[in-house]
């Protein structure tokens, strides 16, 4: 079974998609096999960054819009990628007729089914189930497909930038989150939140810092030491479908934050798995006796 992390946030631009992108791409690179859905229906960044705009090609790609739409499995629309171990299930934004999707809409009319589609779909997947990490890429609200990826996930991970407004809605994220895990999805757990767009100038890096810090405390929900510094590359990586590893070396700004932000990750992922092992052999232990 994978491990399904839903990368989310209410305030766009602070480089949900960029983050998904990279650290999937990352933890494929370490062997792990990881597949991207992308469930910002509306954008479909990460697929354009992966795949290219797919919606304008002559071969009409299948994506999760069709299979919310017309039926079928996840497994119809799992597609491989350049990168050894990613894989992809993309958004194609528009139907054959060239008509945007409205997939708020169609799992609306769904009722509590449509929350619990995109759960079904991913359990119902030989593809998906055999991966190590499924990363969920998300729109920048709280809509129907940002709760539904919140039930299927395991974690939650909130990229922020320093500007006053998303710092502002990082809050309000969180306590979405930890809502869906308190009724209606108990195994979700806060990965933490990162700095995905660090400010240059250093009064404002060192506000938002201490401000995060403090947030950090005040919730008990993980603030990572590695911030990804704003770079004029990451613009112009998704016209190429390229990553940061791809065309800077290991040292360079960018390229060596995402390494260290993975592997915060995972050790943090280690740290929560453990303790709930702890708990749960406590808990055993508890009821033979």
């Known amino acids: 079974m994978p491990r399904i992390i839903a990368i989310t946030g209410q305030k766009g631009g602070v480089g949900k998609t960029t983050s998904t992108v990279h650290i999937a791409s990352r933890l494929a690179d370490m062997g792990f096999r990881t597949c991207i859905i992308d469930f910002d229906t509306t954008q479909s960044n990460a697929t354009r960054s992966i795949l290219g705009p797919i919606w304008e090609s002559e071969e009409k790609v299948r994506g999760i819009c069709d299979v919310i739409a017309n039926g079928g499995g996840l497994d119809d ?6 990168r050894e171990n ?7 934004k528009k139907d054959p007729r060239g008509a945007n999707y409205n997939i708020e809409a169609l799992l609306n009319q769904l009722g509590l089914e449509g929350f619990n589609l995109l759960k079904e779909l991913i359990e119902q997947s030989e593809s998906l189930q055999s991966c190590h990490f499924v990363l969920v890429d998300n729109a920048p609200s709280l809509g129907i497909t940002t709760v539904s990826s919140l039930l299927a996930a395991d974690y939650f991970l909130i990229p922020v930038q320093t500007s006053d407004l998303s710092m502002e809605s990082i809050g309000d994220t969180i306590t979405a989150g ?3 895990k308190k009724l209606q999805n108990p195994y979700l757990e806060p990965l933490g939140f990162f700095i995905s767009s660090m400010d240059k100038r250093p009064k ?3 506000k938002a810092v201490i401000e995060l810090s403090d947030l950090s405390e005040k919730t008990g929900i993980k603030f990572y030491e590695t911030m990804i510094p704003i770079s004029s590359k990451f613009a112009f990586l998704p016209r190429d479908q390229k990553t940061i590893f791809d ?4 040292s360079e700004r960018g390229h060596k934050e995402y390494l260290c932000l993975v592997d915060e990750i995972l050790e943090r992922i280690k740290d929560i798995e453990t303790a709930e092992s702890k708990k749960n052999k406590r808990v055993q232990v508890g009821k033979e006796a």
């Open 77 to 82: 629309v799992f597609y491989e990628t350049p």
């Open 86 to 92: 990613l894989f992809i299930v993309p958004s194609e």
């Open 178 to 180: 930890l809502k869906v």
């Open 204 to 206: 404002m890096a060192k």
């Open 247 to 250: 065309v800077t070396k290991s």
